[in-house]
């Protein structure tokens, strides 16, 4: 069974930066499409930046530019660099695994961007 876990969040002034992690488990990682998604209160659950095996990469409009997904195939782990952050940057950021169709999402971490 797929486990991930992120860290990396935190409160931030707006301009500022975060970088996010998700270390995953077991041995699919390398042949997963992995994702960052978030959700403000309120709001939908939407994508944010996603990074495909194969290295294709896609994000949504409002992060083109200040966002970047990477990862660590040797260290089974995906990253979020997020710069030049806005307040409505705040949610819950969530790492998303999908594999054969099956999807597998991490518990989730808050990132506040206020002053």
């Known amino acids: 069974q797929v486990q991930l876990v992120e860290s990396g969040g935190g409160l931030v002034q707006p301009g500022g930066s975060l970088r996010l992690s998700c270390a995953c488990s077991?041995?699919?990682?390398?042949?997963?499409?992995m994702g960052w998604y978030r959700q403000a209160p309120g709001k939908q659950r939407e994508l944010v930046a996603e990074m495909a095996a194969g290295g294709t990469r896609n994000y949504a409009n409002s992060v083109k530019g200040r966002f970047t997904i990477s990862r660590d195939d040797a260290k089974n782990t995906v990253y979020l660099q997020m710069n030049s952050l806005k307040p409505e940057d705040t949610a819950v950021y969530y790492c998303?695994?999908?594999?054969?169709?099956?999807?597998?999402w991490g518990q989730g971490t808050q990132v506040t961007v206020s002053s």
């Open positions: 998303k695994l999908d594999f054969l169709g099956r999807s597998s």
């Open positions: 077991g041995n699919i990682f390398t042949l997963s499409t």
